[in-house]
């Protein structure tokens, strides 16, 4: 099936007697699969039954802090006075967390985005230091390799296929992990070609590995911390670096919301109607329809069955998947106030917030981030704690207990700890 036809299965369902065809050009992409009088509507709640993605975890709590947490900690362990003291004690607990295996704190590939944007190196390398500390430099799978095997998941759910045996890791020790990376670093000659193995060779394999291990954890390093002024400057002098292709990536999804508000501003009766099937249908459709039209096109060229289920269980397949529903809550209560302006740091938060809700055990996020997920009722069956004060999170951290075999992997979801507080 094309993309176009896909568009227009999944907007056929949009259809209401809200009659989202009398507006012109504004649901429709591919602006085809237009039928007047369909009644049925799109009826998208989050379903009862999530279908998670086939990752495997440590057996201890995954905890995800929002950038401006890590700040705060940093600029507490620093003595700065005009920081909550709970800052400090937060940080405190999670040291002890980390250091007894009773809690794992992950990075994702947004906090990479977020410290780029801040210019002075000093305050890169005063966070970078709390954030080595926690994470030591364990990164969260990327929302694209998520959303990957989480359709994979639900395909295979609904077509009862067995897929266990091709499990990935939620978290791995490197910043590529966030960005879709396969495999480590390597030693390359000046052909570009891969030259490890002739490396490995000329020295003892002790040697080899120490050298590595320096290697990569020098790389690690630099990637949190960011360019100093001087690396910057050497950087700029390189045609290959343009970091402004990822500014430009994340302004055109800012456009997408932008365009959903005047959508909904030209119609104001939908931010009081069924706005959540809306925004998880344009959701679905923008960022993950690509992805899913080739997935079932590897499936055909496999030989395996295609994945062409009726519209009622097509959209329950979109209803199950875990981190697309929290990604669709949140942007759900954001169109709802229409003054609300969309930036980049939304999108970014939303992005980070969508997988960290869904796959870790508790998620300590700013106040309004805060606010969308606590109010969207649908995402309490997930169960992630979401604490109001630093302090709630301290006193929840170090209320978990030890953990037989924390390294131990083992499928997602975990039993989730009771929060004591909040």
């Not at 940093?74 to 040291?95: C, F, H, I």
Request: aromatic residues 6%; contains cysteine.
């Amino acid at each position: 099936m094309s993309v176009g036809l896909v568009h227009d299965r999944l907007y056929a369902s949009l259809e209401t007697t809200m009659q989202m065809s009398a507006v012109p050009g504004t649901l429709s992409p591919s602006g085809k699969g237009r039928r007047k009088g369909v009644n049925i509507g799109l009826k998208v709640p989050m379903a009862e039954e999530l279908v998670w993605a086939n990752v495997m975890r440590p057996r201890i709590p995954l905890v995800y802090l929002d950038l401006h947490v890590a700040i705060r900690m940093a600029r507490a362990s620093r003595g700065d006075t005009k920081v909550p003291a709970e800052y400090l004690k937060l940080y405190q607990a999670a040291l002890r967390a980390k250091l007894e295996r009773r809690a794992m704190f992950p990075l994702s590939g947004e906090h990479l985005w977020e410290i780029a944007q801040i210019t002075d190196p000093k305050q890169r390398g005063n966070l970078a230091d709390i954030l080595e500390t926690l994470s030591d430099y364990r990164y969260l799978a990327g929302r694209t390799l998520i959303a990957e095997l989480e359709i994979e998941a639900g395909m295979a759910k609904i077509l009862g296929e067995d897929i266990s045996d091709r499990s990935v890791a939620l978290v791995r020790s490197t910043f590529g992990h966030a960005f879709g990376m396969v495999g480590g670093m390597k030693i390359v000659n000046q052909a570009g070609g891969d030259a490890s193995d002739a490396v490995r060779a000329r020295m003892p394999d002790a040697e080899f590995d120490r050298l590595m291990a320096s290697m990569n954890y020098e790389m690690e390093r630099r990637m949190l911390r960011g360019p100093s002024d001087e690396d910057l400057e050497q950087l700029r002098t390189d045609p290959a670096f343009q970091p402004q292709v990822a500014v430009e990536g994340q302004r055109s999804r800012v456009e997408w919301e932008q365009d959903t508000d005047r959508v909904l501003n030209d119609n104001p009766k939908w931010r009081r109607g069924r706005l959540r099937d809306l925004i998880a249908a344009r959701e679905f459709v923008h960022e993950w329809i690509e992805m899913y039209t080739r997935m079932r096109i590897e499936r055909q060229k496999a030989g395996l069955p295609d994945f062409d289920p009726p519209d009622d269980e097509l959209r329950r397949f979109m209803g199950a998947m875990p981190h697309t529903q929290v990604a669709v809550s949140v942007k759900t209560r954001y169109h709802t106030n229409p003054r609300h302006k969309w930036t980049v740091n939304d999108i970014v938060d939303i992005d980070a917030v969508s997988v960290a809700y869904a796959y870790c055990e508790a998620v300590f996020p700013d106040k309004a981030m805060r606010h969308a997920l606590l109010s969207s009722k649908e995402l309490q069956s997930i169960g992630t704690y979401v604490p109001r004060r630093p302090g709630e999170l301290a006193e929840w951290l170090n209320s978990l207990p030890t953990v037989i075999a924390p390294d131990l992997l083992v499928p997602h979801p975990l039993n989730r700890p009771t929060p004591t507080t909040g």
